[in-house]
Each structure stands twice: as structure tokens, then as C-alpha cells.
């Protein structure tokens, strides 16, 4: 059982996650080059917290995180969309809509996680009145700030996250 609309863009699919992605899910989160920006230990355990996190956040705030399937294919090629997180970061988020993006080492380059997420920001943007959403990355992320200045993140301040690395917070109004 899923929550939330199916998004189109020319070369892909979002939907919202259901059970059926948990294995998919978990396996774009255990790729090496995936990992290196993500926070936690890639197991199972964290995976599934992450499917849950996505379903729990459409019944409890409207939106969530969508499967991205390439059209073409059919493929599961990553995860995105928006999230609420009460995480451990100082200073923290003040309960704003959380962006995030993770694509199949796979493929990365061909401007995926932009095309997913403006679909995404535009459906947001179009149905909940919710002016500010925002986001965090690692500071050796290169490619995904460029992807967040190009959907309007701008920098709002350094923050560490579980008093751990040093991640950039961004935030996005409309």
C-alpha cells in the first residue's frame, strides 16, 4: 500500500515506496560510492528504517521520498523527494520539509537526481503551500551542490550531524 502521486518526467517515473522496494532500496544504499555521502552503517536494519521513514512521512505530513524509475527500463535507478527527520544535528532543522536525493552510482551524470527533484519540488510546491524546505550535505559532495543550487538551495550555515562531520545546511523558498 502506497500514499502520495505518481510523478512523471521525460526520462522517468516517481512513485511513492512501497514493501516490494525494499531490496532495491537497500542495495543502492550498500554501494561504496553511494555510502560515501550517506550517514549510518549500510545494513538491512538501516534500509528498512529508511523505507519506513519514507511511508510514515506521506500519512504523517503529505509527502515523502519516491522510488525513481528510469521509463525507458523500467528500473529502480534511486530514491527522492522530501522528508521530515528529527536528526541530531547542530544547530538542528526547525521540523522544515527535508530534500534529499541518492542515485545508482550507475547513473550518475546524466542529470537524474536534478530532473527527479523538480518534479518533486514543482508537485510540493503546487499542492502543499509549504514556502521553505531545506537540506544538508556533505561539504565533499560536489555533485550533489551543484544539484541543490540548481533547484535554489542556497547555503544557510555549517552544522554537524551527530557531532560528527561537517555538513552544509541549505535552504530553498518559494
Not at 524509475?69 to 544547530?91: H, K, V
Request: proline share 5%.
Amino acid at each position: 500500500m502506497t500514499s502520495g502521486p505518481t510523478l512523471g518526467s521525460p526520462r522517468l517515473l516517481l512513485r511513492p515506496h512501497g514493501i516490494e522496494d525494499f531490496g532495491a532500496l537497500h542495495g543502492l544504499t550498500l554501494a561504496p560510492e553511494t555510502r560515501a555521502f550517506l550517514s549510518g552503517e549500510p545494513s538491512r536494519e538501516e534500509s528498512y528504517k529508511r523505507l519506513l521513514t519514507s511511508v510514515a512521512s506521506w500519512h504523517l505530513f503529505g509527502y515523502g521520498t519516491f522510488a525513481v524509475l528510469e521509463r525507458g527500463s523500467g528500473d529502480y535507478i534511486g530514491n527522492c523527494g522530501l522528508f521530515r527527520l528529527e536528526r541530531d544535528l547542530d544547530p538542528p532543522f526547525e521540523g522544515e520539509p527535508e530534500a534529499g536525493w541518492i542515485i545508482a552510482q550507475q547513473h550518475w551524470g546524466r542529470g537524474y537526481a536534478g530532473e527527479a527533484m523538480r518534479a518533486v519540488l514543482a508537485w510540493f510546491d503546487a499542492n502543499l503551500g509549504i514556502r521553505r524546505t531545506v537540506c544538508m550535505i556533505s561539504t565533499g559532495n560536489a555533485a550533489s551542490v551543484s544539484v541543490a543550487a540548481r533547484l535554489g538551495y542556497e547555503p544557510i550555515g555549517l552544522s554537524r550531524y551527530k557531532g560528527g562531520d561537517e555538513l552544509m545546511r541549505y535552504a530553498r523558498e518559494v
